[in-house]
């Protein structure tokens, strides 16, 4: 890597929980079992939803896809701080900085686009219920998934070949366990003036265009309930969005900590504390809340567990079998 005040790097250094080598051991666990805990999660839901037919509806179609794109989301970060650790190595290629910077991107907008459709979902469920199943037709949900993955992918293809455009200076370090936009940016040597109207633009059209959709969805969903005369009813109504409401402030609550605390122009060695919240501890979570708090998914879960274990081969022992030593002794 040639040094100089304006020059072509081919690799960053990723500093995040990597400076006391004596807590590694404990690091590595527990992030491969938070890891282990995500995928194995979400891949419950996705699987319980598939295999049941109850659960084949708008709400739970795009639970599935939520607990998809949270496998991807831990799998862009994770594996490679957990390979760093075991090989005591630090280094992420540029090249690789910027996939994991693609994906990320395209994972977090995602998440973002998902949770806004479900409460749109949520909203139509307790305010329009007859109308339901004709507003939330299959066309529907999938094109919205669709738009969701086009609008994602546009914005992370967008980020990823303007920071392309960047020189680097000779500090090529990164205070956290991986490539984060922001912080990749301030590592530039060249003006980064349009990378961040870009970026601060993304922000606002896809973050806090989705953020108020939620809000205003809420709200309507909040003045329905208050109309319901039974506390029965009140209840009913509630439990169906309370923990996709429990997923959304999770998810923004943190996401808007880690960012505010970020836009500072002194990068502190704490923010790979703070990621962590938001990219491994809420993909982590969420598989929890909707299991938990949702008799539908417990239920399909239990079935799910009933099926694979009919599905497994019976082996016969036929000196045991009274059917088979029947047979036997007629033929004998």
């Known amino acids: 890597m040639e040094l100089g005040n ?11 929980f990597l400076e006391e080598p004596e807590l590694q051991p404990l690091i590595f666990g527990l992030f491969l079992s938070i890891y282990l805990i995500t ?13 049941d037919a109850h659960l084949h509806t708008p709400m739970y ?26 090989t005591q190595n630090q280094i992420i290629t540029y090249a690789g ?22 409460a749109y979902d949520r909203f139509v469920a307790i305010c329009h219920p007859l109308h339901y199943m004709v507003i939330m037709n299959p066309r529907l949900c999938f094109l919205l998934v669709l738009v969701s993955w086009t ?9 990823s070949l303007i920071l392309l455009q960047l020189s680097f200076c ?8 991986f490539c984060d936009l922001s912080q990749i940016m301030q590592l530039a040597c060249s ?58 402030s999770l998810f923004f609550c943190k996401s808007l900590g880690v960012y505010l605390s970020s836009a500072a122009t002194h990068i502190s060695h704490s923010s790979a504390t703070a990621s962590v919240m938001y990219t491994v501890v809420t993909p ?9 708090r949702n008799k539908d998914i417990k239920g399909a879960l239990k079935r799910f567990s009933v099926m694979a274990r009919l599905k497994r081969p019976i082996i016969l022992d036929l000196e045991t079998c009274p059917r088979v030593q029947i047979s036997k002794s007629q033929s004998q």
């Open 6 to 16: 304006d020059t072509e790097i081919s690799e960053f250094l990723l500093l995040g």
């Open 191 to 248: 003006d980064t003036f349009l990378n961040n109207m870009v970026m601060y633009l993304a922000v606002v059209l896809l973050g806090g265009g989705p953020l108020a959709g939620i809000l205003y969805s809420y709200s309507k969903i909040v003045s329905c309930i208050y109309r319901i005369s039974s506390a029965q009813g009140k209840y009913k109504a509630f439990s169906t969005c309370a923990s996709h409401l429990s997923v959304v």
């Open 97 to 118: 900085c910027i996939t994991q910077i693609y994906f990320f991107l395209l994972s977090a907008v995602l998440d973002i686009f998902l949770l806004t459709v479900m």
């Open 151 to 159: 609008i994602s992918v546009l914005n992370s293809l967008l980020q």
């Open 39 to 51: 995928v194995f999660g979400n891949l419950l839901i996705i699987l319980a939803v598939s295999s």
């Open 170 to 177: 000779t500090v090529v370090e990164i205070p956290d366990f």
């Open 284 to 292: 982590m979570l969420n598989p929890f809340i909707y299991s938990l």
């Open 61 to 86: 179609f795009f639970l599935s896809n939520l607990s998809f794109v949270d496998i991807c989301f831990t799998s862009t970060t994770i594996p490679k701080m957990l390979w760093n650790i075991q």
